[in-house]
C-alpha cells in the first residue's frame, strides 16, 4: 500500500483513509465521503467544490484488498445452509442473517482459528440458538483498511472445511402431550402442564395432535405412548411423576417402551429430573413439576435442537452444566440472557 498527495483527477481509484468533511453554509456539515470509499470520476467535481484539487489517497499493491472487498471474500466464505448476508458492504462489515426460522449452528473451533487470524474477525450469537428469517446472527468485517490477500485464503481454508455459520430447519411438526398424575386423572386438581407447554410449543409451529391423561399407572401410561406414538406423534413430551419417590412411575414406563439413549437426570436448574430417550427415531421427553411453574427450564434448551433434528445424548445434557442455573431473573427475557448458554 502506497500513500499519495496527488491531484484529485489522478485520484480515481485510490482509497480514502479518512473521512472528507463537506461544509455548505446553511444546508449541511458532514462526512461526505467516508473513510475507505474508493474514488470514482464521478466523484471528482464534488470534491473539487469541497475545495479538494489535491487529495491524500492510498494505492494498493498487488496482493492487497480494500476493506469491503475483503468483507465480501469473507462472507462468501462463511456463509453456510441457512445464512444470507446484506448485499450492502460499507467500511468493511458485513452483516449475516438467517434464510429461515431454525437452529443456528457455529463452528466453535472453525471460529476461534478464523479469529486467531487477526485483522478479519466475525462475532456470531451463540450456537444452538433458535432464530428466526431474517434475524440477524453475526457480523464480521476487516479491521484496517486494507488487507493482504493472503488472510483471505486462510479465512476461505478454515471455512472450506466445514460450515462455519449455519441455520438448521425444523423437521418436527407434530408433537404429543401425555400428562401423568392421579390427582389430575381423577380431577383433584387442575391441570396445569397443558397451558404452561402449549403456546411454548406453538411458538416452534408444532401441532399438539394429541392430549391425553393417564393415573400413575405404569402399564397404563406405557399403553397410552404407544397409541399416542402411532398416532403419528414425531415428538411426545410426557409430564408428571418424574421424581423418586415410589408413586412416581412415569419414567419408568418410558423405558418399558423399549427406548434407546435413556438419559435420566441434567445439571440445569430448572429441571434436574429431565428425562429424554429415543423410540426408533422419535424423542420422548419427561417434563419434571418445574415445567410447570417456571418459564424457562431445561426444556427451553433442549426442544429446539430436538425439532430441528439433533440427538440429544448424555454428554449433550452434561455440558449444560455450565450455565444452566437460571438467573432467576424477576422478569424474564430468555432467550435473550446467559442461560444455558455455557454448554
Excluded at 445452509?81 to 458485513?94: A, L, R, S
Excluded at 407434530?174 to 398424575?181: A, E, H, S, Y
Excluded at 433442549?302 to 455450565?322: F, N, Q, T, Y
Aim: proline fraction near 6%; hydrophobic fraction near 45%; charge should be neutral.
Amino acid at each position: 500500500m502506497k500513500a499519495r498527495f496527488i491531484p484529485v483527477e489522478e485520484a480515481v481509484g485510490m482509497v480514502i483513509p479518512h473521512d472528507l468533511t463537506e461544509i455548505r453554509p446553511g444546508e449541511f456539515k458532514g462526512p461526505a465521503f467516508r473513510k475507505g470509499h474508493v474514488i470514482r470520476a464521478e466523484d471528482i467535481p464534488r470534491l473539487k467544490r469541497m475545495g479538494k484539487d489535491h487529495i491524500y489517497a492510498l494505492e494498493l499493491e498487488p496482493g492487497e484488498l480494500h476493506e469491503d472487498e475483503a468483507a465480501l471474500r469473507l462472507a462468501k466464505a462463511v456463509a453456510g445452509p441457512g445464512v444470507t448476508y446484506g448485499t450492502e458492504i460499507k467500511e468493511g462489515k458485513v452483516t449475516f442473517y438467517a434464510a429461515y426460522d431454525g437452529l443456528l449452528k457455529i463452528d466453535v473451533e472453525a471460529l476461534l482459528s478464523l479469529n486467531l487470524l487477526g485483522e478479519i474477525i466475525l462475532s456470531t450469537k451463540h450456537t444452538d440458538f433458535f432464530v428466526r428469517k431474517g434475524e440477524a446472527v453475526a457480523a464480521g468485517r476487516a479491521v484496517p483498511l486494507v488487507v493482504k490477500e493472503d488472510l483471505l485464503v486462510k479465512v476461505e481454508e478454515i471455512a472450506g472445511k466445514t460450515d462455519l455459520l449455519a441455520v438448521k430447519p425444523p423437521v418436527i411438526k407434530k408433537v404429543g402431550l401425555v400428562i401423568t398424575g392421579n390427582e389430575v386423572y381423577f380431577g383433584r386438581v387442575e391441570d396445569a402442564f397443558v397451558p404452561a407447554l402449549t403456546p411454548k410449543l406453538e411458538a416452534f409451529g408444532l401441532e399438539v395432535l394429541a392430549v391425553r391423561f393417564c393415573p400413575d399407572d405404569q402399564a397404563f401410561i406405557k399403553k397410552t405412548l404407544e397409541e399416542v406414538l402411532a398416532q403419528g406423534a414425531e415428538l411426545v413430551l410426557v409430564t408428571g411423576g418424574m421424581s423418586v419417590d415410589p408413586d412416581d412411575v412415569t419414567r419408568h414406563a418410558i423405558a418399558a417402551l423399549g427406548v434407546s439413549d435413556l438419559v435420566y437426570g441434567s445439571p440445569v436448574l430448572p429441571g434436574a429430573m429431565f428425562l429424554v430417550a429415543y423410540r426408533g427415531g422419535t424423542p420422548i421427553l419427561g417434563i419434571p413439576a418445574c415445567g410447570m411453574y417456571f418459564r424457562t427450564t431445561v426444556l427451553d434448551l433442549v426442544l429446539p435442537r430436538l425439532i430441528c433434528g439433533e440427538k440429544v445424548k448424555k454428554e449433550d445434557i452434561a455440558r449444560m452444566g455450565h450455565g444452566g442455573f437460571c438467573f432467576g431473573c424477576k422478569t424474564c427475557r430468555f432467550p435473550v440472557c446467559p442461560f444455558g448458554r455455557g454448554g
